[in-house]
């Protein structure tokens, strides 16, 4: 089984800048794309931003140019550093990690449970 565990979210100031990572365990061989998504309050899931195994990297138009994206290959981990912050960044950020392989088998598709971004004006 493959499990993503977000962390660092939490409250800040517009114009703020905070740090997410996002770490996936299990026996992983390794993992094509990793990616940001959030969910705010009464809206659809949007993708933030996704970085593949090379390091590509694609933004939201939202996102972009205050928002990067990273990743740890060695430590199957992603991160979102996002500065500037505004109040419609207030959101649920949830990792995903696309073509998960493992020995047994490969996942096309696994979610961490979420983490909450609350930015005050």
């Known amino acids: 089984q493959v499990q993503l565990v977000e962390s660092g979210g939490g409250m800040v100031q517009a114009g703020g800048s905070l740090r997410l990572s996002c770490a996936a365990s299990g026996v992983i061989i390794s993992i094509n794309s990793m990616a940001w998504y959030r969910q705010a309050p009464g809206k659809q899931r949007e993708l933030v931003a996704v970085?593949?195994?090379?390091?590509?990297?694609n933004y939201a138009d939202s996102a972009a140019g205050r928002f990067t994206i990273s990743r740890d290959n060695a430590k199957n981990t992603v991160y979102l550093q996002m500065n500037s912050l505004k109040p419609e960044d207030t959101a649920v950020y949830y990792c995903?990690?696309?073509?998960?392989?493992?020995?047994?088998?490969?996942?096309?598709?696994?979610w961490g449970k979420g983490t909450l971004v609350t930015v005050s004006s």
């Open positions: 995903n990690a696309g073509g998960v392989r493992t020995r047994e088998t490969l996942f096309m598709n696994c």
């Open positions: 970085i593949t195994s090379g390091g590509s990297t």
